[in-house]
């Protein structure tokens, strides 16, 4: 298949579509080398619009500049490119080429390359945001939600430093997810509202546009209002880069908690463990040499594309720092923040196949758990005895663990046995002394805590 390389992620890599089709129909409006194009023709065609707006120019003007725009390829800047080695200068001589010479003073007229750059970077990122990545989020969010609430009531050994610790449910582990991402989702909306765009100039003084205007910003505020962008409050020849870093941010910090997710989905299906799978096709082979393999390599992809992406986010900060008004150390850097993108949304559409085809295995949760449940009952013990007046339970439990370890009595019946607290064990309640004896029910409110978090963010995002 020939890859037209202007369709392609970056000029140097189109690796990360893989192979999801999808997903450069998604893309490839907003990361693509054309996109970048057609997004910088967008702010060189808003500019005219309000200049004719403002009366600087004919109507007629401002129409023909956004009809020529239309036609400009991106093989025909690269080709100009090519030749003044000026990438925004390529695009407009590209565009003035298409004009009548009564338009061609009007096409980027008050602007510099940045003003023209770092807008449409905005405008790129804010759509994408909004007609991509949120969306697929949200897909993967519903899926979870689903998910947790199929399984509020799945009885699971929770654990802590990878140790079985006291009894929770599976829905309630996936809720935490559920609400993890949720907050993830919403800080994406509100960084991609905040990223601004700027039409202040060489060095932000507004210089070249104080020629025409005698209030530049409030020119600046209508080009960008046509793009669905604020202004930076202040500027040099770059936009801030702040809001441009927080969005990142936001995204490298979501891909951290797919990342999460992924390792205990995968930790899950370990052999010894073995309480969640991934339902296998019928033509699907886990490993080349061993037929009975099924390896959790979605999860694992998941990993592994979070620790190629992840430590970019140090470049991102470094480019916040520019010498003066500004320099270049950002120029090729900065090129590459449409594969965060990319490499995310492709992460978060494996994570919606996978998890939408989770299956549970109960009955090796409940082994698992039975595996270390006659020891449930030393936290309950323990705080009940405090609570009761023991002056030292933790230490008094503590004692009585050894002993069923060493012995493989059931905690239980040490502690009914002991007549140092046999007096406190008399003064629980019934249902102090059920939950003591049916570890089971031990679950503290993790069914009803996870159907809560779970309608909190539904309601919040509108799922």
């Not at 990360?16 to 907003?30: A, R, V």
Request: glycine share 4%; aromatic share 6%; net charge neutral.
């Amino acid at each position: 298949m020939q890859i037209n390389i202007f369709d392609c992620v970056s000029p140097l890599d189109f690796r990360y579509y893989g192979q999801d089709e999808k997903l450069k129909e998604l893309l490839g409006p907003y990361v693509t080398e054309r996109a970048r194009v057609a997004s910088e023709l967008k702010v060189e065609v808003a500019v005219v619009q309000v200049l004719a707006a403002r009366g600087i120019c004919p109507p007629q003007v401002a129409e023909e500049v956004a009809r020529a725009a239309a036609e400009v390829q991106p093989e025909e800047v690269a080709a100009e490119e090519a030749r003044i080695h000026h990438n925004i200068r390529a695009l407009v001589n590209v565009l003035r080429s298409k004009v009548s010479a009564a338009a061609r003073p009007f096409i980027h007229l008050s602007l510099t390359s940045f003003d023209v750059i770092d807008t449409a970077i905005a405008w790129r990122f804010k759509q994408c945001a909004h007609a991509v990545i949120i969306p697929q989020l949200l897909e993967l969010e519903k899926i979870l939600v689903d998910l947790a609430l199929r399984e509020k009531d799945t009885i699971q050994m929770g654990r802590t430093h990878g140790q079985h610790a006291v009894p929770i449910t599976f829905g309630f582990a996936l809720a935490g997810y559920v609400s993890r991402l949720g907050g993830r989702i919403e800080a994406i909306r509100a960084a991609a509202d905040n990223l601004r765009g700027k039409l202040s100039g060489a060095v932000g003084a507004y210089n070249a546009s104080s020629l025409f205007f005698p209030d530049p910003e409030q020119f600046e505020a209508e080009v960008l209002a046509r793009l669905g962008l604020k202004p930076s409050i202040t500027s040099t020849q770059i936009v801030e880069p702040e809001p441009l870093c927080d969005f990142v941010h936001t995204l490298i910090s979501t891909f951290s908690v797919l990342a999460d997710l992924a390792d205990d989905m995968r930790h899950l299906q370990r052999t010894e463990i073995a309480e969640v799978g991934e339902r296998f096709e019928s033509q699907q082979v886990g490993s080349s040499t061993m037929p009975h393999k099924r390896n959790p390599w979605n999860f694992e992809n998941v990993k592994s594309m979070w620790k190629a992406f992840m430590p970019r986010m140090v470049t991102v900060y470094a480019d916040q720092l520019s010498e003066h008004q500004r320099d270049l150390t950002n120029s090729a850097s900065g090129r590459f923040l449409p594969e965060i993108v990319v490499a995310l949304v492709s992460a978060v559409r494996r994570m919606q196949r996978i998890m939408g085809k989770l299956v549970t295995d109960e009955e090796r949760m409940s082994r698992n758990f039975d595996l270390t449940s006659g020891m449930v009952a030393a936290e309950p013990a323990y705080i009940l005895l405090a609570a009761h007046g023991h002056p030292d339970a933790h230490e008094a439990v503590r004692k009585l663990t050894l002993q069923a370890q060493s012995t493989g009595r059931p905690l239980l019946e040490l502690l009914r046995e002991s007549e140092e607290l046999r007096p406190y064990l008399d003064k629980f309640t019934d249902h102090q002394q059920e939950l003591l004896r049916d570890p089971r029910k031990y679950t503290g409110i993790a069914a009803r805590k996870t159907q809560t978090v779970c309608a909190l963010w539904r309601e919040r995002l509108g799922l």
